[in-house]
Nanobody, 121 residues
Framework: QVQLVESGGGLVQPGGSLRLSCAAS????????MGWYRQTPGKQRELVAA???????NYADSVKGRFTITRDNAKNAINLQMNLLKPEDTAVYYC???????????????WGQGTQVTVSS
């Protein structure tokens, strides 16, 4: 069993910054890609940023230049530094990890419980 625990959401004014963190725990052999997704009511969950175990990153066009994803492989953790936040960044943010629990196991995608980010004056 693998758990993803997120932290760092909250309320911030437009132009402000927030830092989200996510740590994976449990039976873990290897984690491939980890990432952040977000979702607003009535819309599909969308990718915000992702990072491979080798440090290769991928960002949604809407956050490029404002958000930075980093990873600590030793801690099975990722962070998302969000700067110059806009009201349209308001959403529930979910951590995601592609995990193998053993050498012979297939990768399986796990999700965190979500953390609310609200950008409002």
């Amino acid at each position: 069993q693998v758990q993803l625990v997120e932290s760092g959401g909250g309320l911030v004014q437009p132009g402000g910054s927030l830092r989200l963190s996510c740590a994976a725990s449990g039976t873990i052999y290897r984690i491939n890609t980890m990432g952040w997704y977000r979702q607003t009511p009535g819309k599909q969950r969308e990718l915000v940023a992702a990072i491979t175990s080798a440090g290769i990153t991928n960002y949604a066009d809407s956050v490029k230049g404002r958000f930075t994803i980093t990873r600590d492989n030793a801690k099975n953790a990722i962070n998302l530094q969000m700067n110059l936040l806009k009201p349209e960044d308001t959403a529930v943010y979910y951590c995601n990890a592609d995990v193998r629990v053993s050498f012979t196991a297939r990768p399986y995608v796990y999700w965190g419980q979500g953390t609310q980010v609200t950008v409002s004056s």
